[in-house]
């Protein structure tokens, strides 16, 4: 029997114009207020390149090794990691250990905090305006990519998903 993939955030740097509706979103969902600094996900702008890209859990788990409290686990519905504020002792290895440097620390509570996918609906996703954020599992973005760089090789244009009314 095949194991079910987890579903996470793949992101499509080219996509992105670094609007930041992403985090917007994210801290309102999550906490009622629009601070990109109590966003789950945040956009990194190279100013000097012109690029930007928006970086998020990629649930690795080594967060989970690191807290010396137990606080973090794998949520058992999405996948996604999963924080109990009431254990969290404040400790913050798991900010230090993040090789994506996307753990990030509420020092008003106390607590860490990271991507937990909005329990299965993430708000990122839904309301970026460029489709530069896809909530998949890894197979269905490797088909996807490999379907849009087919497409691009073949000189087809995208079909709309709505035909026009004359």
């Known amino acids: 029997m095949e194991k079910q993939q987890t579903k996470r955030i793949f992101v499509m740097q080219d996509r992105c114009n670094g609007c930041r509706i992403c985090e ?23 100013e000097l390149e012109g690029l930007t890209e928006p970086k998020t859990c990629v649930i690795c788990g ?18 996604a990691i999963s924080i109990n504020g009431e254990i969290c002792t404040g400790y913050m290895a798991c900010v230090e250990v993040c090789p994506f440097e996307v753990m990030r620390f509420d020092h008003t509570k106390g ?4 991507c937990d996918l909005c329990d299965g609906d993430p708000q990122c996703v839904k309301y970026c305006p460029e489709e530069a954020l896809f909530y998949m599992t890894p197979k269905e973005f490797s088909d996807f990519k490999k379907k849009e760089q087919q497409t691009k090789s073949t000189g087809e244009q995208k079909k709309p998903d709505v035909i026009p009314q004359e």
């Not at 999550?30 to 966003?39: A, D, E, G, M």
């Not at 080594?62 to 996948?79: H, N, R």
């Not at 607590?111 to 990271?114: I, L």
């Open 111 to 114: 607590v860490a905090f990271t």
């Open 62 to 79: 080594k967060c989970i090794d690191a807290c010396p409290e137990k606080a973090i686990s794998k949520s058992t519905t999405t996948g």
């Open 24 to 46: 917007l979103r994210c801290s309102f969902y999550h906490n009622q207020v629009y601070s990109p600094t109590l966003s789950r996900i945040y956009v990194v702008k190279s």
